[in-house]
């Protein structure tokens, strides 16, 4: 069975700091990973995706993640953070080679708040 | 717009009032699916959809019903609501495959008293 562990439940830093927030998986397949961001009172949209290309996967507005095997890791990082990306973060994990349904299952969430 | 919309945003009720909570997508995707989230949890998977007239269970589908007749409406249906059921639902569409990303709608708060 998959699974994902989302370290730190929730993360405060300065704006323009470097933020990351943190992902381990659990997968008896290599797995597709992604990040998931939820801002306040919204519902939740793609910040990346990895499926089995390039370890290190860009997303929008400035953030990347980097698959690490060894490590079974897919920590997400931004150089520079700002207080427009105040949001609650969502690690998935989906297995690739199962037919039918082949639900994302989520981590539990880091809140990330960015103090001017 | 390409969009999911759920309805409603805000939703209060007591104990054993049947209610339904729609979802509608204009994308024309076949996969649709309900979530609960709450704090702590993430996310979970109540019911599936992977086309019209197929549906099938998430890892939490005690006290939900769903139906597809149609492919852009996926209604989810507590029959007799109970407090466990306090939530905020997620409603999300994908064409479909295990590389396409989810579209979610903006979150339907349920509280049952």
């Known amino acids: 069975a998959q699974s994902v562990t989302q370290l730190g439940s929730h993360v405060s830093v300065s704006e323009g700091a470097l933020v990351l927030l943190r992902c381990n998986y659990s997968?008896?397949?290599?797995?597709?990973l992604f990040w998931y961001v939820q801002y306040p009172n919204q519902g939740l949209q793609l910040l990346l995706k990895y499926t089995s290309a390039a370890t290190l996967v860009k997303g929008i507005n400035g953030f990347e993640a980097e698959f690490n095997k060894s490590q079974t890791s897919f920590h997400l990082r931004k150089p520079s953070v700002h207080i427009s990306d105040t949001a609650e973060y969502f690690c998935a994990v989906r297995n690739p080679w199962l037919s039918g349904n082949t639900p994302l299952v989520f981590g539990k969430g880091t809140r990330l708040s960015v103090i001017a | 717009e390409a969009q999911v919309t759920q309805n409603p945003r805000y939703l209060i009720t007591v104990t054993g009032k049947k209610l339904t909570v729609t979802c509608s997508q204009n994308m024309n995707h076949e996969y649709m699916s309900w979530y609960r989230q709450d704090p702590g949890l993430g996310l979970r998977q109540i019911y599936y959809?992977?086309?019209?007239?197929?549906?099938d269970k998430g890892d939490v589908p005690e006290g939900y019903k769903v139906s597809r007749k149609e492919k852009r409406n996926f209604p989810l249906i507590l029959e007799s609501p109970s407090p466990n059921q306090t939530s905020l639902y997620f409603c999300?569409?994908?064409?479909?495959?295990?590389?396409?990303?989810?579209?979610f709608g903006s979150g339907t708060q349920l509280s049952v008293l």
């Open positions: 959809s992977m086309n019209v007239e197929v549906t």
């Open positions: 999300a569409s994908s064409p479909g495959g295990y590389r396409e990303k989810l579209f």
């Open positions: 997968s008896s397949v290599p797995p597709y």
